[in-house]
């Protein structure tokens, strides 16, 4: 997606990001990542979990689904969870090489499931997660009770002048997030022929900042957002509709002019760990839960300042029949 979160709070023990990504990779494809075949390398123990290698994109709901997986993986099923800190594009290569075994919160990427599910037979479709996502344009409330038409993509150009920032110049401002999020932003302006640039936030933090000073102060901010996000509990962002979504509206990028669809969001597994008999790919393909349950655990992570650890591990105390379901 997609959809990021400060950096800090999901940097777990084992969670390798940043520039040591690079060397990462080329560590774990030494032979790190094949500790979880152990079934496969000759031991006795068909049930052995070994070690997985778990793709984290940075978005707060994609810490929540890989912190509770982690917490039931290791202290559950005695696996090692090796946490990558790793784009979402970045990780699919992942399982070409040998050095990604899990992507935990998939959003849509067809053409990448084409390279590496359909064509090179090196991943599967490990089912869904149970969440629904959402992207779209979102106002902070207080300007769609003030400016009601403004939740319509053909009134936009009218409020243009409004939405000016340093950074748009005479152009209307659309806040996006990180690049690497799923995004039809630029091309969505353009051929629907909106005054507006797409400036990027950097980060799903700095676009929660900039929604939240924006309710506050009541300024004028239109932005990319998504959901399941735990931040729309605290600010009701207002969705604007752009035009309708139909099948195969999206199929040319660059033609792109209508809106995002739902995402059933599903996990990748490498077919290396489908294959292994880890309880670890158990886990993975049973693994579902609600936007609700995702929100609950994003919250606690990203407004409550637990730790990623200490928040999976309070929502498995609470759903220990949920997880029961995932690991029989």
Known sequence: MSPQLTPAPHRRRRLIGGAATIAA?????????????????????????????????????????????????????????????ITE????????????????ENWGHDDLAKTYITDQKVAVDAGPTGNVGHIGWYVPPWLAAEHPDIL?????NTYAS??????????????????????????????LALDYTVIYSGSEAALIQAFRAAEENKTWLLGYFYEPQWFLSEVALEKVALPTFTEGCDADAAKIACDYPDYTLNKIMSKTLSASGSPAATLANNFSWTNDDQNLVAKYIAEDGMTPEAAADKWIADNQDVVDSWIK
């Open 25 to 85: 990779f080329a560590l774990l494809a030494s032979g790190c990542s094949s500790s979880l075949n152990t079934a496969d390398a000759g031991s006795s123990d068909e049930s052995a979990c070994g070690t997985v290698n778990l793709a984290m994109n940075d978005w707060v709901g994609y810490t929540a689904d890989a912190a509770v997986y982690t917490a039931v993986a290791e202290k559950q099923l005695g696996c090692t969870v090796n946490q990558l800190s």
């Open 89 to 104: 594009q970045v990780a699919w290569q992942g399982f070409a090489n040998g050095t990604v075994d899990l992507i935990i």
């Open 152 to 156: 319509d993509w053909n009134n936009l």
């Open 162 to 191: 409004e939405f000016t920032t340093s950074e748009s110049g005479d152009q209307g401002q659309l806040l996006d997030g990180d690049p690497s999020f799923v995004t039809n932003d630029a091309a969505l302006v353009t051929n």
